[in-house]
């Protein structure tokens, strides 16, 4: 053997396993990070498709039966069961001109704050973890006048 193949071969023996340790540093370096902006987008999104299907569905409702405010709540509630949205909602109607029984035109604006994900509540008082979603939608008023 010769003494240049010994100190080669104690050279490639002390880097054996580092490729390992770069791959599993890389690994959490560049995947966790994507995986968190994936949740965090998916969760985003979800909030934004219910937001608009809700402000929506209860445009339609309102320009429908004016009255119908019982059947509106359950159908918000069902449409952010449906997308898995558990945070805080507001919805706002307003007709105009006038009360909803005569208006011409219904406006629905619906609000919700979206809780960023895998943030611990030691870190929520100094970081501002959500993100605030509206959908708004204007339908005009069914008018249907009897015949009789």
């Given at each position: 053997m010769t003494?240049?193949?010994?100190?080669?071969?104690?050279?490639?023996?002390?880097?054996?396993?580092e490729a390992t340790v770069e791959f599993?540093?890389?690994?959490?370096?560049?995947?966790v990070p994507l995986a968190y902006f994936i949740f965090t987008?998916?969760?985003?999104?979800?909030?934004?498709?219910a937001a608009e299907a809700a402000a929506r569905e209860t445009g339609r409702i309102v320009a429908t039966n004016p009255s119908a405010n019982a059947h509106?709540?359950?159908q918000v509630d069902q449409i952010f069961s449906d997308y898995h949205v558990?945070?805080?909602?507001?919805?706002?109607?307003?007709?105009?001109?006038?009360?909803?029984?005569t208006a011409d035109v219904v406006r629905v604006r619906v609000e919700v704050s979206v809780?960023?994900?895998?943030i611990p509540d030691s870190m929520r008082s100094a970081l501002v973890p959500t993100v605030p979603i509206s959908a708004n939608y204007?339908?005009?008023?069914?008018?249907i006048e009897l015949v009789e």
């Open positions: 003494p240049g193949s010994s100190r080669a071969q104690r050279h490639a023996d002390s880097e054996a396993g599993i540093a890389m690994v959490v370096v560049i995947l987008m998916a969760s985003i999104q979800s909030a934004v498709f509106v709540t359950r558990d945070s805080t909602r507001n919805v706002d109607i307003q007709c105009s001109p006038g009360p909803c029984a809780d960023l994900p895998l204007t339908m005009p008023m069914n008018k």
